[in-house]
């Protein structure tokens, strides 16, 4: 007999309805994207040339201590025309959001559906809150990095003719 561990999520999401209502997308995703502009710490970068960006991308912006010990910045999400790209769920919390309908798997972080109307945007928010403070958590325990700089290091050679 071979036991399961089954780890439940820290948060619960409903199910995904299939059903459209294109008439209240519009305003859905603007007032996600007002929720999200209300995060603290977070800093923004739109991508793309176009009048209006393609993407947008956001970022925990780490201003604590002295500058050259902070951490270099955690993405946050990436707000795409294709859906909203979350960073900082376990695999277990992406596998939950994938089986109820709310994305597909991305590497390591999860591409969810952009909302339709206001329940959607709600269960969105939930999922960005809790992306947020886990990776407000994870980044808050990492130490400062240093970059090596590999110009001065000495070459060795790997053949047989020293």
Not at 54 to 60: I, K, P
Not at 85 to 112: A, F, K, N, P, Y
Not at 129 to 134: L, T, V, W
Request: net charge positive; glycine share 6%; proline share 7%.
């Amino acid at each position: 007999m071979v036991a399961v561990l089954r780890v439940e999520p820290h948060f619960e999401v409903p199910a995904r309805s299939p059903e459209k209502s294109a008439a209240a997308e519009g305003p859905a995703r603007l007032a996600l994207a007002d929720r999200i502009s209300s995060l603290s710490g977070i800093r923004t970068v739109e991508n793309g040339s176009d009048t209006l960006p393609s993407s947008v991308t956001v970022y925990l912006a780490n201003e604590h201590g002295p500058a050259r010990k902070r951490t270099p910045p955690v993405t946050l999400c990436v707000i795409s025309r294709d859906g909203l790209t979350i960073h900082g769920l376990s695999l277990h919390e992406r596998r939950h959001l994938v089986m109820r309908g709310w994305g597909v798997l991305d590497h390591h972080r999860v591409r969810i559906f952009l909302p339709r109307y206001e329940e959607e945007v709600d269960v969105c928010w939930r999922i960005l809150q809790h992306a947020h403070c886990s990776l407000l958590n994870v980044s808050a325990r990492s130490p400062g990095t240093r970059r090596a700089i590999v110009g001065n290091l000495p070459r060795f050679s790997r053949t047989t003719l020293q």
